[in-house]
């Protein structure tokens, strides 16, 4: 038994934290784009293999990883205590199944492309598709997973959608409210984004939790999101977005000097520029005809705007 499933990067822009004692409701609400490099997860259900020490086994871009393995372990738990899982198995000895989950990850981990929600909703729904379990009970999965580990509060919703992303109301799929920003950027010209790169840049790691935990950033984020919020809904353009995106990092705090000399190098010959919520990365959209303007393209990873949803290949 094998499958693979490709879930997108998602990068939000700017947002709000929403609590709530029901971890299904818990989440954010803001804005995000959805990019066409993310994480592939495929899953083998072996019996009888001498490949494997133990039961599972999980590799990410093909070592193990420890540190980046506990979301898909938490995911793993909340799956095993939600569904009869070793009934799946009742045909082979139950001590003698094994699973094999490898992740092939194209961007930095850590660095605010949802990279754990990604893993969580590759191996959730990975396995939902492998054991005829409900997809959308195994994407709340992924969602719990993040809440509990704090490694994330909208990226599982927002990575079930497309493209640029609304989320209205916060919450696990089927829970939460998302819309796809499909507007032009001016004069109401529609865009299929074919014309529109992101380009992104990291200088490294931030740890999720310790920002959305922290009473200060917390006060800091809620008072801007809401503002942002609001802006978007009247003016929902991806123009707006970026603007609004750049505004919010620079008025959290949470945009550090390095970040922004990268930004205002951009700025010219990018639609926007902003920092990637929340990891140590810059963000831009660039249309095709300004790229050969932009200095060290090599220097930054490329990517295009993702309208396709999650794939099982």
């Known amino acids: 038994?094998?499958?693979?499933?490709?879930?997108?990067?998602?990068?939000?822009?700017?947002?709000?934290?929403?609590?709530?004692?029901?971890?299904?409701?818990?989440?954010?609400?803001?804005?995000?784009?959805?990019i066409d490099k993310g994480v592939t997860t495929t899953i083998k259900i072996l019996s009888n293999s001498s490949n494997y020490k133990n039961p599972i086994n999980i590799k990410i871009n093909g070592?193990?990883?420890?540190?980046?393995?506990?979301?898909?372990?938490?995911?793993?738990?909340?799956?095993?205590?939600?569904?009869?899982?070793?009934?799946?198995?009742?045909?082979?000895?139950?001590n003698d199944y094994y699973i094999s989950i490898e992740n092939k990850v194209d961007v930095p981990i850590g660095a605010g492309f949802g990279t754990s929600a990604s893993c969580a909703l590759g191996t959730a729904m990975g396995l939902g598709k492998l054991l005829n379990l409900?997809?959308?009970?195994?994407?709340?999965?992924?969602?719990?997973?993040?809440?509990?580990?704090?490694?994330?509060?909208?990226?599982?919703i927002g990575q079930t959608s497309k493209g640029v992303v609304l989320r209205k109301s916060p919450g696990a799929p089927g829970i939460g409210k998302t819309i796809s920003i499909s507007s032009s950027m001016k004069d109401n010209e529609k865009?299929?984004?074919s014309d529109i790169y992101v380009l992104t840049k990291t200088?490294?790691?931030?740890?999720?939790?310790?920002?959305?935990?922290?009473?200060?950033?917390?006060?800091?984020?809620?008072?801007?999101?809401?503002?942002?919020?609001?802006?978007?809904?009247l003016n929902p353009s991806l123009e707006n977005f970026m603007k609004?995106?750049?505004?919010?990092?620079?008025?959290?705090?949470?945009?550090?000097?390095?970040?922004?000399?990268?930004i205002d190098d951009l700025k010219q010959n990018s639609i926007g520029v902003s920092m990637?919520?929340?990891?140590?990365?810059?963000?831009?959209?660039?249309?095709?005809?300004?790229?050969?303007?932009?200095g060290n393209l090599d220097d930054f990873l490329i990517s295009k705007i993702y309208t396709d949803g999650i794939k099982f290949i």
């Open 276 to 294: 990637a919520m929340l990891g140590n990365t810059i963000f831009a959209l660039v249309k095709e005809e300004n790229l050969n303007k932009i």
């Open 1 to 34: 038994m094998k499958v693979s499933v490709f879930v997108p990067s998602h990068i939000t822009g700017f947002f709000t934290i929403c609590e709530n004692k029901d971890p299904l409701k818990k989440g954010s609400c803001g804005a995000g784009l959805l």
């Open 203 to 233: 200088l490294g790691e931030i740890d999720t939790s310790s920002i959305i935990k922290n009473p200060f950033y917390k006060k800091n984020i809620n008072n801007m999101g809401i503002a942002m919020q609001k802006k978007i809904i």
């Open 63 to 94: 070592k193990e990883n420890s540190k980046n393995e506990t979301i898909i372990n938490k995911t793993l738990e909340l799956i095993k205590n939600k569904f009869p899982f070793e009934e799946v198995f009742e045909t082979m000895d139950k």
């Open 134 to 156: 409900p997809l959308e009970k195994t994407a709340q999965i992924a969602h719990l997973a993040e809440i509990s580990l704090g490694s994330g509060l909208g990226d599982v």
């Open 244 to 262: 609004l995106s750049y505004e919010f990092a620079k008025n959290t705090n949470l945009m550090n000097e390095n970040l922004s000399k990268i």
């Open 191 to 193: 865009s299929d984004f």
